[in-house]
T-cell receptor
Framework: DSGVTQTPKHLITATGQRVTLRCSPR?????VYWYQQSLDQGLQFLIQ???????AKGNILERFSAQQFPDLHSELNLSSLELGDSALYFC?????????????FGQGTRLTVV | AQRVTQPEKLLSVFKGAPVELKCNYS??????LFWYVQYSRQRLQLLLR??SRESIKGFTADLNKGETSFHLKKPFAQEEDSAMYYC?????????FGGGTRVLVKP
């Protein structure tokens, strides 16, 4: 158990809908990362937060947004969902968000858009 | 674009045989490179990083700047090594992953 908790584990929703994925980092970790894993795109970096502030941005669509709250948990909001958004969404956390610090991953949320 | 490439999607070897997972990167500077592993029904986790130059579970990886490679090797594969392996490159606070290589070690 890495200590990173993601909820829900599974989510099935219809196209056009909006969902929120939640991530609780390991105790003491200040940085949170979000990744999307799909069959054809592999593991894609979406966004990173450090102590509540956005630190790095990857291939995150404008329909997606994220934030990190004062208690350091993070939420990834996906709106106007499309079939192609079906994927496994991972959250990871690290102590300081430095590039050479190990990131600990959650089990992921499997999103299915129908 | 700066990226990490894992040319093999699937690598199947017999137990006791050597295994090498290829990873090539395109980056002009000095990259921070890692190998992450995801065993069946488990989380993605760090296997090793190039700066530590360590051997984990019998795996080693050497950074070859001339060939821009960071291949992962193990001389004698075990069945428990069957997993998905990702090469990752870190720069600018982003950890970018390759497409992954699934390793299947047959008895």
């Amino acid at each position: 158990d890495s200590g990173v908790t993601q909820t829900p584990k599974h989510l099935i929703t219809a196209t056009g809908q909006r969902v929120t994925l939640r991530c609780s980092p390991r105790s003491g970790d200040l940085s949170v990362y979000w990744y999307q894993q799909s069959l054809d795109q592999g593991l894609q970096f979406l966004i990173q937060y450090y102590n509540g502030e956005e630190r790095a941005k990857g291939n995150i669509l404008e329909r997606f947004s994220a934030q990190q709250f004062p208690d350091l948990h993070s939420e990834l909001n996906l709106s106007s969902l499309e079939l192609g958004d079906s994927a496994l969404y991972f959250c990871a956390s690290s102590v300081d968000g430095a590039v050479d610090t190990e990131a600990f991953f959650g089990q992921g949320t499997r999103l299915t858009v129908v | 674009a700066q990226r990490v490439t894992q040319p093999e999607k699937l690598l199947s070897v017999f137990k006791g045989a050597p295994v090498e997972l290829k990873c090539n990167y395109s980056y002009s500077g000095s990259p921070e490179l890692f190998w992450y592993v995801q065993y069946s029904r488990q989380r993605l986790q760090l296997l090793l990083r190039h700066i530590s130059r360590e051997s984990i579970k019998g795996f080693t990886a050497d950074l070859n700047k001339g060939e821009t490679s960071f291949h992962l090797k193990k001389p004698f594969a075990q069945e428990e090594d069957s997993a998905m392996y990702y090469c990752a490159w870190a720069a600018g606070n982003k950890l970018t992953f390759g497409g992954g290589t699934r390793v299947l070690v047959k008895p």
